[in-house]
């Protein structure tokens, strides 16, 4: 099975800095790599797909990066509402494998 | 707007059986595959089952193949999770979630319910 791991587990930063979070695969998944961000006590959102596609609503300070072992999910500027949870997810559905990283909290300093 | 809203959560003793409902609106529920994802109290998400737009497909993740069964009923707009065998590490907040892509088995979560606890304890 492939493994996917997220670094930092956890990171404190200031609003208005820039933000990455890696995902590293334990093998090539292409493209097949999605984000969330989960809001302490809601429901997880998607913020990207297939490594940089942003989904529709989605603010454009969150962009997503990479291919094949290394991704990067970067907040261009950090928000206070950005206080969360995010976790990448490697998905393929032939045959079907859907894989969370452990996840990364974010937190404001 | 879509919603999802799951039922039928609870506590169960360890053997026992749950089913939980979906029951989605605001897009065309005949369209699109569906899944059921869980996080255990304080932990990370894992993907549970996933039924193709007509039933014709289902897969599950290795941890609750042949105890759990995930059916849809298009005439009702409503996705179910029948859980057999239950063990205490099924405890979890159970999600139900829509596919991204119509007609597709894409595996990508845009739509997620509140979700519906079911706790596993004697």
């Known amino acids: 099975d492939i493994q996917m791991t997220q670094s930092p587990s956890s990171l404190s930063a200031s609003v208005g800095d820039r933000v990455t979070i890696t995902c590293r695969a334990s093998?090539?998944?292409?493209?097949?790599l999605a984000w969330y961000q989960q809001k302490p006590g809601k429901v997880p959102k998607l913020l990207i797909y297939a490594a940089s596609t942003l989904q529709s609503g989605v603010p454009s300070r969150f962009s997503g990066s990479g291919s094949g072992t290394d991704f990067t999910l970067t907040i261009s500027s950090l928000q206070p509402e950005d206080v969360a949870t995010y976790y990448c997810?490697?998905?393929?559905?032939?045959?079907?494998?859907?894989?969370f990283g452990q996840g990364t909290r974010l937190e404001i300093k | 707007q879509v919603q999802l809203v799951e039922s039928g959560g609870g506590v169960v003793q360890p053997g026992g059986s749950l089913r939980l409902s979906c029951a989605a609106s605001g897009f065309t529920f005949s369209s699109y595959g569906m899944h059921w994802v869980r996080q255990a109290p304080g932990k990370g998400l894992e993907w549970v089952a996933f039924?193709?737009?007509?039933?014709?497909?289902?897969y599950y993740a290795d941890s609750v193949k042949g105890r759990f069964t995930i059916s849809r009923d298009n005439s009702k707009n409503t996705l179910y999770l029948q859980m057999n065998s239950l063990r205490a590490e099924d405890t979890a907040v159970y999600y139900c979630?829509?596919?991204?892509?119509?007609?597709?088995?894409?595996?990508?979560?845009?739509?997620w319910g509140q979700g519906t606890l079911v706790t596993v304890s004697s």
């Open positions: 979630a829509k596919d991204l892509m119509d007609y597709g088995d894409y595996f990508v979560f845009d739509y």
């Open positions: 093998q090539g998944i292409s493209n097949y």
């Open positions: 039924i193709r737009y007509d039933g014709s497909n289902k």
């Open positions: 997810q490697k998905y393929n559905s032939a045959p079907p494998e859907v894989t």
